[in-house]
């Protein structure tokens, strides 16, 4: 498994402002090869950050092999109330 991210189509950031023009709303970011950018459509201006991942990514049945999920399973008895114990 890779630590690189994969690459994201360019989608506007709502409310985000231009650092060089301060046009609001015209700060798209996307992310390529490793870097995440952030341009602007009205003035060009354009700014990358290296983006490192420092969190573990969330466990869920998907991301777990068929063996890890196996090993989660567990025997359960159940108990009829009629039946008398000693």
Sequence with gaps: M??????T???????????QCQ???KVRMYRKDGM??????????RESMAYERQFRE???RVNRTVEE???DVVVVK?????YPTK
């Design 2 to 7: 890779t630590d690189q991210l994969p690459d």
């Design 78 to 82: 159940i108990l009829d109330p009629e």
């Design 23 to 25: 046009a609001l709303d």
């Design 69 to 71: 999920r196996e090993q």
């Design 9 to 19: 189509p360019r989608r506007f950031v709502a409310g985000a402002k231009c650092p």
């Design 36 to 45: 995440q950018y952030q341009e602007c459509v009205s003035c060009g201006h």
């Design 58 to 60: 969330l466990e869920t």
